[in-house]
Each structure stands twice: as C-alpha cells, then as structure tokens.
C-alpha cells in the first residue's frame, strides 16, 4: 500500500513538472551542546529553497519519507532530521526543550549549502515536531513558511503561543493540519490560524482522531497538499 502511495504522489509530481529525484545522503550534524545528530538530506537538482522536516515524539525521520520525496521532486532541498534520542542521533529523549538546539542545527546546516536559498527555508513538523517549528520559525527569519501536523499551544510544558505571535507578525505563511477527533489539536489550529497577517491554510480532517503523520496515512492526498503548500510560499 504504502509503495502505491508513493508511486501515485510522484506521478503527480512529476506530471506537473517536478524537478528529478535526488539520491538520499545520511549526514551528521552537532547541537550546540556538542550532541551528535542524524539526518537524511535530500538534494535539490538546482539551486532551490530547502525544507526542514521534524517528527513526532518516539518516532524518527523515516515517519517522513513519502513527504520527503514528494518535496524533493518537487524542485526542494529536504532535510529529514532524528532529534536527539530518536533514530540514529544521540542524547536522550528527556527534556524536550533541548530539542530546540537540534531544530536550529539542522537549519544552520542548511544555510550553508551553496544548491539551498539560505533565506527561503520551510519547516514542516508533526505534534511536538509542530511545536519545535514554531519555536524555530519565531528565533529565524531564514524561516519563511511551516506546516503544522496536529499542533499544540503547549506540548509537554513547551509552549509556543509567544513564538507563533511573533512568527506571524513577520507575516510568516503557515499551513495548518488537525482532525475533529483530536480536539486540542483542532483548538491551536484555529488559534494559531487567527494569529497575524500572513498567508494562512487551515485543513480540516473529518471523522477520525488521526494525529501528527498518521494523518498522512488517513488522507495521503495531504502530501501533495504539503508540496502545493510550500511550492506557494517558498518558490
């Protein structure tokens, strides 16, 4: 099933004029207090904006890979990071508000690819991924555009209601994702939507509690919605 998916989505891209698909490249990566990370990096075919993809908690890159190769058809540089404690990065999983060095690593690493626009950089994230965007986005204004899988106001004490003001009144563009069955997610995205001036793209999932990338599972066509998104705001 999951191959036909990304048969179905690259077909799409492709027929509507997508770049060719790079090879993947494992890389290591370093947080500022000196934890050793992991990512997969996806290269974009010619100087192109970049997108940062962030996953949820227990889980890893791998949660992105359909995503990842969607985007980077598409024309984009992709980076897929392991948080520290997730994947193939070291650290622990305790204390989630370390994470941020990671989400920041990763972005600084981008900045300094001579194929990224170093200033047009997107960040897509999914449940505490979503929270470490925001709180990214906010501290970067490299940052352009991010989408939201199931955000929270606060995730496990890390609260990002301050960053997303701020976000949005440097009229940042966000896409915003969330399931009627997942009620405090739907509460912050309707509350986040309603923040600023900038480009905003609320989706609604009905009749499931789907949350973060399960909800790509539910409704796969919300990959090729997360590529329109950033081909948007981005390109």
């Given at each position: 099933?999951r191959?036909?998916?990304?048969?179905?989505?690259?077909?799409a891209?492709?027929?509507?004029?997508?770049?060719?698909?790079?090879?993947?490249?494992?890389?290591?990566?370093?947080?500022?207090?000196?934890?050793?990370?992991?990512?997969?990096?996806?290269?974009?075919?010619r100087?192109?904006?970049?997108?940062?993809?962030?996953?949820?908690?227990?889980?890893?890159h791998?949660?992105?890979?359909?995503?990842?190769?969607?985007?980077?058809?598409?024309?984009?540089?992709?980076?897929?990071?392991?948080?520290?404690?997730?994947?193939?990065?070291?650290?622990?999983?305790?204390?989630?508000?370390?994470?941020?060095?990671?989400?920041?690593?990763?972005?600084?690493?981008?900045?300094?690819?001579?194929?990224?626009?170093?200033?047009?950089?997107?960040?897509?994230?999914?449940s505490?991924?979503?929270?470490?965007?925001v709180?990214a986005?906010?501290?970067?204004?490299?940052?352009?555009s991010?989408?939201?899988l199931?955000?929270?106001?606060?995730?496990?004490?890390?609260?990002?209601?301050?960053?997303?003001?701020?976000?949005?009144?440097r009229?940042?563009?966000?896409?915003?994702?969330?399931?009627?069955?997942?009620?405090?997610?739907?509460?912050?995205?309707?509350?986040?939507?309603?923040m600023?001036?900038?480009?905003?793209?609320?989706r609604?999932?009905d009749?499931?509690?789907?949350?973060?990338?399960?909800?790509?599972?539910?409704?796969?066509?919300?990959?090729?919605?997360?590529?329109?998104?950033?081909?948007?705001?981005?390109?």
């Amino acid at each position: 099933m999951r191959r036909r998916l990304v048969l179905a989505v690259a077909a799409a891209v492709f027929a509507s004029g997508g770049a060719r698909l790079e090879a993947a490249e494992t890389i290591a990566l370093r947080a500022t207090d000196g934890t050793a990370l992991s990512a997969v990096w996806h290269a974009p075919a010619r100087l192109a904006p970049a997108v940062l993809l962030v996953h949820m908690l227990t889980r890893s890159h791998a949660e992105w890979d359909l995503t990842a190769q969607a985007l980077n058809a598409s024309g984009f540089g992709v980076l897929a990071l392991d948080l520290r404690g997730h994947g193939a990065s070291e650290g622990s999983i305790s204390g989630l508000g370390s994470m941020q060095q990671d989400v920041q690593a990763a972005l600084d690493w981008l900045k300094t690819r001579p194929d990224v626009l170093s200033n047009r950089l997107g960040i897509t994230g999914a449940s505490l991924g979503a929270t470490l965007a925001v709180l990214a986005a906010a501290a970067d204004p490299a940052v352009r555009s991010i989408a939201l899988l199931s955000p929270a106001a606060e995730y496990r004490g890390l609260r990002c209601e301050a960053a997303m003001r701020r976000f949005a009144e440097r009229s940042g563009a966000v896409m915003l994702v969330a399931s009627t069955g997942d009620p405090y997610a739907l509460r912050s995205a309707h509350h986040f939507e309603a923040m600023g001036t900038g480009s905003r793209d609320l989706r609604v999932v009905d009749d499931t509690n789907a949350h973060g990338t399960t909800l790509l599972n539910v409704r796969p066509d919300l990959v090729t919605s997360l590529v329109d998104w950033f081909r948007r705001s981005l390109l």
